[in-house]
């Protein structure tokens, strides 16, 4: 079985299977984890043979792949869809395409559309000491929760969180802000079979 796949350093591919089981990674993964300082003791190309949803732990995302993975192998075309992927250095503004493949396996690719420096966030190095407490971040925009109500990014929230105080930094937990999730269902909603799509080409 591949494992691999060559591929442009802003293009980062992987693919499962029609369990959901990730099957293989690009060749560019191992880099682009280490820049989002990955802390974990699986190394990135250990993802292969798990299943996605070992690393999609929040409800509300989990709701959302699933439903992108199940219209696309029922047929269905989308838009890319755009998110953000920070590291400690860099804010990072990517676009999320999956296609099908034969066997109902998926391609999923995310793509670097731009990059912005920022000053290093230690809250999103891994390898920095984390606390018990908690804290979400949108796991499309990036952006931290910091009332039931409000989502702002990540430097005005840790200011707001009064984390540039805190001897150490809290864990990270992932939902989806309100914005994004209107987003992410009008994306959905805007899923269309091939057919539709030649029909709406002859008007």
């Known amino acids: ?15 499962i299977d029609s369990t959901d089981t990730i099957v293989s990674i690009s060749d560019n993964w191992c880099t682009f984890a280490d820049a989002n300082a990955w802390g974990s003791s699986l190394r990135p190309e250990d993802v292969v043979g798990r299943k996605l949803w070992d690393f999609i732990q929040d409800l509300e995302t989990q709701h959302l792949y699933q439903e992108l993975l199940r219209r696309t192998r029922g047929g269905m075309n989308s838009r890319p869809i755009p998110f953000r992927c920070d590291s400690p250095k860099e804010r990072r503004y990517l676009e999320l395409l999956i296609k099908a493949l034969p066997n109902e396996q998926i391609e999923i690719t995310s793509k ?36 039931p109500e409000k989502w702002a990014e990540i430097e005005v929230a840790l200011v707001h969180l009064k984390l540039f105080e805190a001897d150490i930094m809290p864990q990270l937990t992932h939902g989806l802000c309100p914005t994004c999730y209107q987003v992410a269902m009008g994306e959905l909603d805007d899923f269309e079979t091939p057919n539709k799509a030649i029909d709406s080409d002859k008007e």
Do not use: N
């Not at 079985?1 to 693919?15: A, E, G, H, L, P």
């Not at 920095?128 to 925009?141: F, G, I, N």
């Open 1 to 15: 079985m591949r494992r691999r796949i060559q591929i442009s350093k802003d293009i980062f591919i992987y693919r």
């Open 112 to 147: 670097i559309c731009r990059t912005e420096p920022r000053k290093t966030i230690s809250l999103l190095d891994a390898t920095t000491p984390k606390s018990s407490d908690l804290v979400t971040v949108c796991s499309m925009c990036k952006k931290m929760q910091v009332s």
